[in-house]
T-cell receptor, first 116, second 115 residues
Framework: DTGVSQDPRHKITKRGQNVTFRCDPISEHNRLYWYRQTLGQGPEFLTYFQNEAQLEKSRLLSDRFSAERPKGSFSTLEIQRTEQGDSAMYLC??????????????FGNGTRLTVT | DQQVKQNSPSLSVQEGRISILNCDYTNSMFDYFLWYKKYPAEGPTFLISISSIKDKNEDGRFTVFLNKSAKHLSLHIVPSQPGDSAVYFCAASAYTSGGSYIPTFGRGTSLIVHP
């Protein structure tokens, strides 16, 4: 399978703990995005990378959230001191950016986080 | 404030009939629009897109129409099939000042196609 892969699929953690999610994009894709989706809402943008550079972050992304893409391949999203409001589906997507051409995002199946 | 609005949370259609899903947007800078389909426990899957220089794009049973003056787009599925039952998300994007392209999503419409 050459699609976007996310690990783990589910994570249950206690409030105050740190969690880390991993995303492996489609191999030739140079852009990687993180979105968050809660019940009844559409995906909300968190941050994105072009290669290893983090180019934009949403105002939704508090300082407890950090994302990395160290070698321009896989990415990790860490949430420190989790809160119950962090419970959501965390979606990773990738795309191939060439000049100014639009390219659709390809999503993984997400990591569902439950904070108890 | 929602920039992309899908005002119908659900739609029920008979198999073989047309399904029409609607989407409105408020940001006049949006220049690229996409529809995604999402099954339970899966991530959204890209379905079809349209650039603002066009008013229609067709791919098999799926057609997207764009009315820029009304800031409105719609997805037509003809004929509808039970396998089309899913949540459909409308998304729109514009390049940011930093040269980024970041799609903004609506809340989705749940389509049920009855056999």
């Amino acid at each position: 399978d050459t699609g976007v892969s996310q690990d783990p699929r589910h994570k249950i953690t206690k409030r105050g703990q740190n969690v880390t999610f991993r995303c492996d994009p489609i191999s030739e894709h140079n852009r990687l995005y993180w979105y968050r989706q809660t019940l009844g809402q559409g995906p909300e943008f968190l941050t994105y990378f072009q290669n290893e550079a983090q180019l934009e972050k949403s105002r939704l992304l508090s300082d407890r959230f950090s994302a990395e893409r160290p070698k321009g391949s896989f990415s990790t999203l860490e949430i420190q001191r989790t809160e119950q409001g962090d419970s959501a589906m965390y979606l990773c997507a990738s795309s191939l950016f060439l000049t100014a051409a639009h390219s659709p995002l390809h999503f993984g199946n997400g990591t569902r986080l439950t904070v108890t | 404030d929602q920039q992309v609005k899908q005002n119908s949370p659900s739609l029920s259609v008979q198999e073989g009939r047309i399904s029409i899903l609607n989407c409105d947007y408020t940001n006049s800078m949006f220049d690229y629009f996409l529809w995604y389909k999402k099954y339970p426990a899966e991530g959204p899957t890209f379905l079809i897109s349209i650039s603002s220089i066009k008013d229609k794009n067709e791919d098999g049973r799926f057609t997207v129409f764009l009315n820029k003056s009304a800031k409105h787009l719609s997805l037509h599925i003809v004929p509808s099939q039970p396998g089309d039952s899913a949540v459909y998300f409308c998304a729109a994007s514009a390049y940011t000042s930093g040269g980024s392209y970041i799609p903004t999503f609506g809340r989705g419409t749940s389509l049920i196609v009855h056999p």
